[in-house]
């Protein structure tokens, strides 16, 4: 989207903000503005609405995600009624502008904490005889018990994000990229579940994961969702 159109776009939304004026004349007016803006330029109610949203970019270190670390993205994006897309080392969370920008801000931060967890137990009780591909099968098993733990804790607050969110959130990105629809991410497969040594390592992540808690918070005057790592 061009600056030119943003600008258009804030000013429509503004002349619909007035429309809803005690001021019978005010509202009116600011209406007849609001049709004449989209009349010009050729937008539509929807495009107001697609508008209002926001997209924020995180980096990634995974060309194609992991089942923990798709799961975790997608778990955050819903926390804050967002919608998760992934890119080459890209996660992306589209929703309400706000709400977007604390999502990325929440994967950030807990995929610095899921990287230091894995690391603290990948050197104290994966046994150094592994071979790396088995050590590297441990490792995302523990990632996956993590991300489960979090999982449960969001399931107590997050409201569902309704279909028709989502879907606007789809047509925000199609508008956003020019390339139609956007393809649906490949199903990944857990690790835990085919090998005996990741699945011993998903109990123990599983276990630290408990200690991550996400939850509401009430902060900067604004609703928003605080992220606390708990002792």
């Not at 903000?17 to 330029?41: T, V």
């Not at 857990?190 to 090998?195: A, C, D, G, I, Q």
Request: aromatic share 6%.
């Amino acid at each position: 989207m061009t600056e030119d159109k943003k600008r258009i776009l804030e000013k429509i939304r503004k002349c619909m903000a007035l429309g809803s004026s005690a001021n019978e004349h005010e509202a009116a007016a600011a209406m007849r503005q609001a049709r004449k803006l989209m009349d010009m330029h050729g937008l539509t109610n929807e495009h107001v609405e697609l508008s209002e949203l926001g997209k924020e970019t995180t980096a990634s270190e995974h060309v194609n995600p992991p089942l923990w670390a798709a799961a975790l993205q997608t778990v955050i994006a819903r926390a804050f009624q967002c919608s998760a897309f992934s890119g080459r080392h890209r996660a992306i969370f589209v929703g309400r502008a706000e709400n977007a920008k604390v999502a990325a801000y929440t994967y950030e931060v807990l995929m610095r904490q899921i990287k230091s967890a894995r690391q603290a137990y990948t050197a104290e009780r994966v046994p150094v005889w592994l071979s790396p591909a088995q050590k590297k099968k441990v490792s995302q098993g523990y990632c996956e018990g993590w991300v489960s733990s979090v999982q449960q804790s969001v399931r107590e607050f997050a409201a569902p994000l309704r279909d028709e969110e989502d879907e606007k959130h789809q047509r925000f990105m199609e508008e956003e990229t020019g390339n139609g629809p956007i393809p649906e991410a490949k199903p990944r497969k857990s690790v835990s579940e085919r090998h005996s040594l990741a699945r011993q390592a998903s109990y123990a992540g599983a276990v630290d994961g408990e200690k991550v808690s996400l939850h509401h918070g009430v902060n900067r005057g604004e609703e928003a969702f605080r992220l606390a790592q708990l002792a």
